[in-house]
């Protein structure tokens, strides 16, 4: 199979194009040690302390969302590539570099927006004179304080990893046509790769849940999920920059996913479906019991859904990431081959994963549509 060179010089044109968004972190908001302050019998001294590890802070750094990505380190300050922060606000649409928050998450750096102040907390934007009249728990649930941040449409490591594995996905499947464009006889290299993904998705899934006769209708939605959800799977299996996100472990990516399986299989619904759910073969009288149960029932579909990717995902981060901090708890090295036996083994299993709530995903999706557009014989 013969590739074309487009698609590389594009990318290293994109490369080069994003070599302004690399910086240094500011060394007095990014410093790693803190700044206490001994009363000493003959005055005041001043001690540096190495600020104590804490699992559960690295974790959820690593898990949640964020509006840069964290490359390296070099020589105490981070390196790291900044996104496009694009907020609503209440003077209209602003934009500008993440590098503006200088790595400040704690709501303490204030950035100037024409004529704007604005802090950063736990990777929600609020308005610095709004943020100071919330109390602890509104800060920690800032996403639902509408009137004190902006609506925020920033181009986060989630929405950028989301953005490159659709051009993946879409590259791919351009390179496979053309494949089969100039080549009738067997697919070879990369097309030979996919048909039989392909083929596996339609005999195994589509088929054997919607029918012969309508299953073609909903290929291309199957084909999309499957690949799109296994994709954005093993980009966040890669710990290094630009993959290394959990949008799959994100719950509203999974809940959009489910929303929209649940879309498909309401409008996909015939006749005979939704007589079952609004008038569901039982006496009357149970109707105002089963009528509500049936509709709980529509809408747990989606939701088991959303809650069993997003889980799994998530869970596989959170071990692979614990196994990690046992080195830095212990403080020890002696920790590291133990430790990093069991990450090379949840690394390997987590592929296993990868693909399994793909297919898991797709097939329950297949399965409620098939269930919506499934012709009941009346006698």
């Given at each position: 199979?013969?590739?074309?060179?487009?698609?590389?010089?594009?990318?290293l044109?994109?490369?080069?194009?994003?070599?302004?968004?690399?910086?240094?972190?500011?060394?007095?908001?990014?410093?790693?040690?803190?700044v206490?302050?001994?009363?000493?019998?003959?005055?005041?001294?001043?001690?540096?302390?190495?600020?104590?590890f804490?699992?559960?802070d690295?974790?959820?750094?690593?898990?949640?969302?964020?509006?840069?990505?964290?490359?390296a380190?070099?020589?105490g300050?981070p390196?790291?590539?900044?996104?496009?922060?694009?907020?609503?606000?209440?003077?209209?649409?602003?934009?500008?570099?993440?590098?503006?928050?200088?790595?400040?998450?704690?709501?303490?750096?204030?950035?100037?927006?024409?004529?704007?102040?604005?802090?950063?907390?736990?990777?929600?934007?609020?308005?610095?004179?709004?943020?100071?009249?919330?109390?602890e728990?509104?800060?920690?649930?800032?996403?639902?304080?509408?009137?004190?941040?902006p609506?925020?449409?920033?181009?986060?490591?989630?929405?950028?990893?989301?953005?490159?594995?659709?051009?993946?996905?879409?590259?791919?499947?351009?390179?496979v046509?053309?494949?089969?464009?100039?080549?009738?006889l067997?697919?070879?290299?990369?097309?030979?790769?996919?048909?039989?993904?392909?083929?596996?998705?339609?005999?195994?899934?589509?088929?054997?849940?919607?029918?012969?006769?309508?299953?073609?209708?909903?290929?291309?939605?199957?084909?999309?999920?499957?690949?799109?959800?296994?994709?954005?799977n093993?980009?966040?299996?890669?710990?290094?920059?630009?993959?290394?996100?959990?949008?799959?472990?994100?719950?509203?990516?999974?809940?959009?996913?489910?929303?929209?399986?649940?879309?498909?299989?309401?409008?996909?619904?015939?006749?005979?479906?939704?007589?079952?759910?609004?008038?569901?073969?039982v006496?009357?009288?149970?109707?105002?019991?089963?009528?509500?149960v049936?509709?709980?029932?529509?809408?747990?579909?989606p939701?088991?859904?959303?809650?069993?990717?997003?889980?799994?995902?998530?869970?596989?981060?959170?071990?692979?990431?614990?196994?990690?901090?046992?080195?830095?708890?212990?403080?020890?090295?002696?920790?590291s081959?133990?430790?990093?036996?069991?990450?090379?083994?949840?690394?390997?299993?987590e592929?296993?994963?990868?693909?399994?709530?793909?297919?898991?995903?797709?097939?329950?999706?297949?399965?409620?549509?098939?269930?919506?557009?499934?012709?009941?014989?009346?006698?």
């Amino acid at each position: 199979m013969v590739f074309s060179n487009k698609p590389v010089q594009f990318l290293l044109v994109a490369l080069v194009a994003s070599i302004p968004y690399f910086g240094f972190a500011n060394p007095a908001v990014d410093s790693l040690s803190v700044v206490n302050e001994a009363v000493a019998e003959h005055g005041v001294q001043t001690a540096h302390e190495k600020k104590e590890f804490n699992a559960t802070d690295l974790i959820n750094s690593h898990i949640g969302d964020s509006h840069e990505f964290h490359i390296a380190d070099w020589d105490g300050h981070p390196i790291s590539f900044y996104l496009p922060v694009i907020l609503w606000t209440n003077n209209g649409l602003e934009i500008f570099s993440a590098e503006q928050f200088h790595h400040d998450n704690s709501g303490e750096h204030v950035v100037s927006v024409n004529g704007q102040r604005l802090v950063r907390f736990n990777e929600v934007i609020f308005y610095a004179d709004k943020f100071e009249s919330l109390t602890e728990d509104q800060r920690e649930n800032g996403a639902f304080e509408f009137d004190a941040r902006p609506l925020d449409f920033s181009i986060t490591k989630n929405v950028f990893s989301m953005f490159m594995s659709a051009i993946v996905l879409f590259l791919l499947f351009l390179a496979v046509a053309r494949s089969y464009k100039k080549n009738q006889l067997a697919p070879k290299g990369l097309a030979g790769f996919l048909e039989p993904l392909v083929v596996f998705v339609r005999d195994e899934i589509a088929i054997p849940n919607i029918g012969e006769k309508k299953y073609a209708k909903y290929m291309p939605y199957l084909l999309t999920i499957f690949f799109f959800i296994w994709i954005n799977n093993l980009i966040g299996l890669i710990p290094f920059f630009p993959f290394s996100s959990n949008l799959t472990g994100n719950i509203y990516f999974t809940f959009v996913l489910a929303f929209i399986t649940f879309l498909v299989t309401s409008f996909s619904g015939n006749k005979d479906y939704w007589k079952h759910i609004l008038t569901p073969p039982v006496p009357k009288a149970l109707y105002p019991i089963m009528i509500p149960v049936e509709i709980i029932g529509m809408l747990t579909k989606p939701f088991a859904l959303m809650i069993r990717l997003f889980a799994n995902i998530t869970a596989g981060h959170i071990i692979i990431l614990s196994l990690i901090s046992l080195i830095f708890i212990f403080e020890t090295v002696a920790v590291s081959p133990i430790s990093g036996a069991f990450v090379l083994f949840m690394s390997v299993l987590e592929m296993l994963v990868a693909a399994l709530q793909a297919y898991v995903f797709t097939l329950l999706s297949a399965l409620f549509i098939g269930q919506a557009v499934a012709e009941h014989d009346h006698h």
